[in-house]
């Protein structure tokens, strides 16, 4: 870059004295080569700690202070608000996805986003900040873009205060050389098992056929929809009598695996399923996304097995425990077959849209209806099952159905 600058300018000056028209010209285009050859310079210093950082965006001609006459924020003035103690700008998530912000004062001071408190600041020390983290804490869903209003509070005026968004330079780069060779065109080596959304569709087709294969009875009742719509049950049939064999439980535990994809692929979407937001935090590695798929596989296993114990329990005491069996037989015969289809639907989606806007409506709404359907389709199966009044089986249904349900809600919300 230097060299051919150098070259430029002894070239010029040269042909400026053959042609002595042009060296007004000629002076002209070096004050501005130079201007953009420092400007390039001050872009590629490192900022941050240790200076570990290239500058992408400085927010010091972006700062806004709080006006009591106009009660707007206004553009920061150096003449007018050298005095102010609170500077504030306005920070775009959304277009600065895997950059990082960063923050430094050489006074201590506080950090302030969205009007709350969130750390203070030590004098001399920067602050580096996940904008991917951020995004995912204060976006909102509604809106078309995604900002963070930052303040930064402590020693009056901007001198002191310091705010870029950065990109961290790579420890293993190395210069560009330009080989005066032929190109090649090769294609991309890349390695399909690492997309955990394909892999896990391949093990959820080999735990399927693996049951079909061995245990082909089972299957072909518990995916049938219309032994699923039928309100008379067979109370004597081998999957109703023993809800704990090994059978079902298989199942339950196939149906675990589907519902652990199902929570990985929606968050891989950026739609959080928990509030906690420890899933898919950061990168996406497979041996991560396989150690959190056999966690929420476990969890979800238990949980199944723990509402047969919860019917039992409520069945029990509302002296109903001739329709407990079948009961969790219906709820994983509907489970099945709604899951399953879910899961497929949204992969042949996924694979085959690229430029699809995913939202929380998108899994909301199917799962409200489907529980809303199952509930009401349980309350005339039971009904029509034994002699019940209405009061005792909808309390019923309250307890072992619509209360989990609300509780796991607003756990996830």
């Not at 509930?375 to 029509?384: A, D, E, K, P, W």
């Amino acid at each position: 870059m230097r060299y051919r600058v150098k070259q430029k300018v002894a070239w010029a000056c040269w042909y400026s004295l053959i042609n002595p028209a042009l060296a007004g010209r000629f002076a002209h285009s070096l004050i501005l080569l130079l201007v953009a050859t420092v400007g390039f310079a001050q872009n590629r210093e490192g900022v941050g700690p240790g200076g570990r950082y290239y500058r992408v965006h400085d927010y010091r001609d972006d700062f806004q202070v709080y006006d009591e006459a106009a009660k707007a924020y206004v553009p920061y003035i150096d003449e007018q608000h050298r005095d102010m103690t609170a500077v504030s700008a306005y920070v775009d998530l959304e277009s600065n996805r895997h950059y990082k912000l960063l923050i430094s004062t050489k006074e201590d001071g506080y950090l302030f986003i969205n009007a709350a408190l969130k750390r203070k600041l030590i004098a001399g020390q920067w602050q580096v900040l996940d904008i991917d983290s951020l995004y995912r804490a204060y976006r909102r869903s509604n809106a078309a873009r995604s900002e963070i209003f930052i303040t930064l509070y402590g020693a009056p005026g901007v001198e002191n205060k310091s705010l870029f968004i950065g990109y961290p330079k790579s420890a293993t780069q190395k210069p560009v050389v330009l080989r005066d060779d032929n190109l090649s065109l090769r294609p991309r080596s890349f390695s399909v098992y690492d997309d955990f959304a394909g892999l896990g569709l391949l093990f959820l087709l080999a735990t399927h056929a693996f049951l079909y294969t061995f245990y082909r009875r089972a299957f072909l009742r518990f995916y049938n929809l219309r032994d699923l719509l039928s309100l008379r049950a067979q109370e004597e049939s081998f999957l109703i009598n023993r809800p704990l064999s090994g059978t079902n439980l298989l199942f339950t535990l196939n149906l675990s695996f589907v519902l652990a994809y199902l929570i990985l692929f929606v968050q891989s979407r950026n739609l959080d399923v928990f509030a906690s937001r420890s899933l898919l935090f950061g990168t996406q590695r497979l041996n991560a996304l396989l150690g959190q798929f056999a966690l929420l596989s476990g969890a979800a296993f238990m949980a199944l097995v723990g509402k047969y114990v919860a019917l039992e329990i409520v069945g029990g005491l509302y002296k109903l425990r001739e329709i407990v069996n079948v009961h969790y037989f219906k709820l994983l015969q509907s489970s099945l077959l709604f899951f399953t289809g879910f899961a497929i639907l949204l992969a042949i989606v996924a694979f085959n849209t690229t430029s699809t806007s995913w939202s929380e409506r998108v899994v909301l709404f199917p799962l409200m209806a489907f529980y809303t359907a199952r509930l009401t389709f349980l309350f005339f199966v039971i009904r029509g099952s034994v002699p019940i009044k209405n009061l005792y089986l909808f309390s019923y249904l309250c307890i072992v159905e619509l209360i989990p349900l609300i509780i796991g809600v607003r756990f996830a919300l």
